[in-house]
């Protein structure tokens, strides 16, 4: 419970000038505005939210993908591929299959029917290389940092690449599977250590002392 002149943000409602929480979660105080981020929770998508889904079935012009919501998300195949597909001469699984991950871009979404995705454009399509590391999506804001400050000493110190889905799933690329193992045993201490106070001073200790 919080006293004060604030604006009630997401899981937060308000009674008289008291304010509660609908959840069990963090609080967190943004321009004067308290919300509170749950401590476990599904993937809800958002429209330009950045993916990274995994083919679980395909269908003749479109794969269907686990994004670790309650609902599966759909890419059709002109959301994908560079030129119309034939389905009288081409398999859709010869571009994807069953399995395969994929970085994508929410597109459409209001709750009645499933998330649409597309992979075209820098930085989207399929995952060829890397490990990938899963985490309850309600900790990828503190795996970011504020200003991107946690993920920056991520990439530092280990010199990988990381790619942050919103729904909880993160691509590490590295020089070799050494550093990408590393990455990987940071992120879930910080999925671990999220709600303790120094994280950012124990996380660079710990990549320093492992290197």
């Known amino acids: 419970m919080a006293e004060g002149k604030y604006e009630a943000g997401d899981n937060v409602y308000r009674e008289d000038n008291k304010f509660y929480s609908t959840i069990v979660g963090l609080a967190e105080l943004r321009n004067n505005v308290i919300t509170v981020i749950p401590l476990k929770g599904f993937y809800i998508p958002s429209i330009g939210d950045i993916v990274i889904g995994k083919i679980i079935d ?3 012009t479109a794969w269907i993908l686990d994004i670790r919501a309650p609902w599966n998300a759909i890419l059709f195949a002109k959301e994908y591929l560079s030129k119309p597909l034939n389905v009288m001469k081409e398999d859709i699984r010869s571009f994807l299959d069953v399995g395969e991950m994929v970085m994508a871009k929410v597109t459409s979404f209001d709750r009645t029917k499933n998330p649409l995705l597309n992979a075209k454009g820098q930085g989207l399509g399929k995952i060829q290389k890397g490990m990938i590391v899963e985490v309850n999506p309600t900790r990828v804001p503190r795996i970011i940092g504020k200003k991107g400050s946690m993920i920056s000493l991520l990439k530092k110190e280990s010199g990988c690449q990381i790619y942050v889905g919103k729904n ?3 691509l590490i690329s ?6 990408e193992i590393l990455v990987a045993e940071a992120i879930k201490k910080i999925e671990l250590e999220a709600h303790i106070s120094g994280l950012t001073d124990r996380i660079h200790e710990f990549l320093m002392k492992r290197r």
């Open 58 to 60: 395909v269908i003749p």
């Open 174 to 179: 590295g020089k070799s599977r050494e550093n």
């Open 168 to 170: 909880g799933r993160i």
